[in-house]
């Protein structure tokens, strides 16, 4: 039903960035098999299989690449599909044998996308690292936090997720948009470090004439403006002010009862900031979170109540739109965007590694008997034994 229908992904299981954008694309509705070990890989944090919610909608086949029936199976996965997945440091897929010109002589059309953190080249190519460490050498870290604070990492969401993940999902379309013209397929080399720079292009340009800051929390938007920052109300929850225009600025004024008071006046003026902060501070205290939702959600103050996770499904706006949706027992987003007449779904719940292989393999055109020889091989298969990803 999605707008990728058709489109045929192999993912090789990763963490983080990779299975994140795996997981967009078959929300789109991209047919993805994720080629997980047949062995655990200790990678990540132990959890259940269904919390995993990166690894939703795809199917598992569970193969050992390090015998050469396992790597002749992911290459013949490859050659069927428009595109490929791989998460590892430079130069181990090549030394596993499926590498992008294995995968290539296979397939002169697929597009091979590679996820890491540092990119494919540069003397940190092949050094460990975290999604901490790819934003704090971009620029990005350095600009959130509070003033006369430390950085704060802003969880995984600018260096793993938006600057990894969606640049990998990106890149894979416009290659795919390409390869469909040219005939040929390439390799799209993302690095988080890039993707994270890239998000805060507009940033630069800001710094560029002088209109933005290297301090944290001395800017606008990064919550050195009184106008666009967190408040905490009556009962110890958080509400959000974003009047940065002048006539929402005015309006919230009305609405906190502070308007004509000179303190307020001149709103860019940074040197009345702190005690601009401390007026709103002290009207924000006066009233819970609910009240003020009740008061000033739906105007144009730009206002909106903190939620966690646990409140975001009740929020009448989302419920409104579906945006929260629950599956085992399990909350989540669902996809994003929407489409107006190709529907975007999430196409099942997240797999145990390996529960699909013998159905993908048949599906992509591997005989029993094959698949039977591969079983004895200890090819494919959780830990040899079929059934085990089922259990």
Same mark, same amino acid.
């Given at each position: 039903?999605?707008?990728?229908? *058709? ?115 540069? +003397? ?14 971009? *620029?990005?870290?350095?600009?959130? *936090? +509070? ?6 990492? +802003? ?21 795919? !948009? ?33 209109? !933005? ?29 974003? /009047? ?28 009345? !900031? ?6 709103? /501070? ?36 989302? /419920? ?58 200890? /090819?494919? *298969? !959780? ?9």
């Amino acid at each position: 039903m999605g707008p990728l229908a *058709g489109m045929k992904v192999v993912e090789l299981a990763g963490i983080g960035p990779g299975p994140f954008c795996a997981m967009l694309l078959s929300d789109m509705g991209a047919e993805v098999v994720r080629i997980d070990r047949r062995e655990p890989s200790g990678l990540g944090v132990p959890r259940p299989h269904g919390s995993d919610l990166l690894n939703r909608g795809r199917k598992s086949v569970a193969v050992d690449m390090k015998t050469p029936e396992g790597v002749e199976t992911v290459l013949r996965l490859a050659a069927q599909a428009d595109a490929l997945i791989e998460p590892f440091r430079p130069g181990v897929a090549e030394r596993l044998g499926v590498g992008p010109e294995e995968c290539f002589a296979r397939n002169p059309k697929l597009v091979y996308g590679r996820m890491t953190g540092w990119g494919q080249t540069g +003397p940190l190519a092949k050094v460990a690292g975290h999604d901490l460490n790819y934003i704090a050498i971009s *620029g990005v870290l350095s600009a959130i *936090g +509070p003033r006369g604070g430390p950085p704060v990492p +802003p969880l995984n969401v600018a260096g793993d997720f938006g600057g990894g993940a969606l640049y990998l999902a990106f890149g894979i379309m416009s290659a795919i !948009w390409e390869s469909q013209r040219s005939g040929k397929g390439q390799v799209v080399d993302v690095s988080m470090v890039e993707g994270a720079a890239s998000l805060i292009t507009g940033f630069y340009g800001l710094r560029g004439f002088g209109a !933005w800051s290297d301090k944290r929390g001395d800017n606008i938007i990064d919550g050195g403006a009184p106008f666009y920052s967190v408040y905490e109300a009556k009962d110890g929850k958080y509400v959000t002010l974003g /009047a940065i225009e002048a006539k929402f600025y005015a309006l919230m004024l009305v609405a906190l009862g502070l308007a004509g008071d000179p303190v307020m006046d001149d709103q860019m003026n940074k040197e009345k !900031w702190p005690a601009q902060r401390e007026k709103i /501070a002290a009207v924000m205290a006066t009233k819970t979170r609910d009240e003020w939702t009740a008061l000033l959600e739906g105007t144009d103050i730009c206002y909106a109540p903190v939620l966690d996770m646990a409140e975001v499904k009740d929020h009448p706006h989302n /419920a409104a739109r579906g945006s929260f949706v629950e599956i085992d027992g399990y909350l989540q987003p669902g996809p994003a965007p929407k489409f107006s007449r190709t529907k975007a779904e999430i196409q099942g719940p997240p797999a145990a590694p390996g529960a699909h292989t013998r159905e993908v393999l048949v599906g992509w055109g591997f005989d029993t008997e094959e698949i039977d020889a591969l079983e004895a091989a200890g /090819a494919v *298969g !959780w830990r040899g034994d079929g059934k085990k990803a089922a259990e």
